[in-house]
T-cell receptor
Framework: EAQVTQNPRYLITVTGKKLTVTCSQN?????MSWYRQDPGLGLRQIYY???????DKGDVPEGYKVSRKEKRNFPLILESPSPNQTSLYFC?????????FGPGTRLTVL | AQKITQTQPGMFVQEKEAVTLDCTYD???????LFWYKQPSSGEMIFLIY??????QNATEGRYSLNFQKARKSANLVISASQLGDSAMYFC?????????????FGKGTTLSVSS
C-alpha cells in the first residue's frame, strides 16, 4: 500500500529542546516536501527536496532544517523550537496528482 | 496578492442538499493545476479532485465536481447530495507550471458543516 508515514503523530515539547519529525515514503518518489498548517493560513511549504542530497527552502523555512540522505526519508529538524512553531505539520511525497500527504504531526512548543 | 482565495470561512448545509465551495485563483502561468482537499477533524489531507488548466471539461469524481471557469479564474467545488460525513475543512490549492519543485499553494480553507 502506497503511504507516507510520520512520527511522532503528537508531540509536546519545551522551548529550545531539539526535535526531529521523521517522514518516510514507500513509493520511490523523488520529490518530498514539508508543510505547516496554521488556523486561518492554510498550508504553507517549509522545505522541499527534489532528490537525494537536493533540498531547498519553501515559503516559511526559518527555524527548520531538513536532510535527504536516502530517497525514502525526509526528516524535519527543529534545532531550537519556539512557541511560534506550534503547528500541524504535514510531510508530502510526489507531485501533482501523484502527491500523497502523511497523516500529520501535531506539535506544541511550550 | 493571494494566489488562492476562499472567501467562505464556514458553510452550513442540510443532508442531501448540494453545496458549492468557492475558490478563485490568480496566476499568469498558462499551465497550472487546481486541487481540492478535504480535511476531516482527524487531521489527514484527503485528495478529492483535480482540474488541469488545459482540460476542456469540468472534472468530476463521484459526488464531487469542479466548476471551472477559466476566464473568471474560479474553481468552485460542488458537492451533490451532502452527507454527514462531508463535514470537514476543505482546501483549494494550485500548482503553477510544470517545474519540478513548485509547491502547492493553498487557500485558507472553508469549514463545511452538514446537519441532519
Amino acid at each position: 500500500e502506497a503511504q507516507v508515514t510520520q512520527n511522532p503523530r503528537y508531540l509536546i515539547t519545551v522551548t529550545g529542546k531539539k526535535l526531529t519529525v521523521t517522514c518516510s515514503q514507500n513509493m520511490n518518489h523523488e520529490y518530498m516536501s514539508w508543510y505547516r498548517q496554521d488556523p486561518g493560513l492554510g498550508l504553507r511549504q517549509i522545505y522541499y527536496s527534489m532528490n537525494v542530497e537536493v533540498t531547498d527552502k519553501g515559503d516559511v523555512p526559518e527555524g527548520y532544517k531538513v536532510s535527504r540522505k536516502e530517497k525514502r526519508n525526509f526528516p524535519l529538524i527543529l534545532e531550537s523550537p519556539s512557541p511560534n512553531q506550534t503547528s500541524l505539520y504535514f510531510c508530502a511525497s510526489g507531485l501533482g496528482l501523484g502527491q500523497f500527504f502523511g497523516p500529520g504531526t501535531r506539535l506544541t512548543v511550550l | 496578492a493571494q494566489k488562492i482565495t476562499q472567501t467562505q470561512p464556514g458553510m452550513f448545509v442540510q443532508e442531501k442538499e448540494a453545496v458549492t465551495l468557492d475558490c478563485t485563483y490568480d496566476t499568469s502561468d498558462p499551465s497550472y493545476g487546481l486541487f481540492w482537499y478535504k480535511q476531516p477533524s482527524s487531521g489527514e489531507m484527503i485528495f478529492l479532485i483535480y482540474q488541469g488548466s488545459y482540460d476542456q471539461q469540468n472534472a468530476t469524481e463521484g459526488r464531487y465536481s469542479l466548476n471551472f471557469q477559466k476566464a473568471r479564474k474560479s474553481a468552485n467545488l460542488v458537492i451533490s447530495a451532502s452527507q454527514l460525513g462531508d463535514s470537514a475543512m476543505y482546501f483549494c490549492a494550485m500548482r503553477e507550471g510544470h517545474q519540478a519543485g513548485t509547491a502547492l499553494i493553498f487557500g485558507k480553507g472553508t469549514t463545511l458543516s452538514v446537519s441532519s
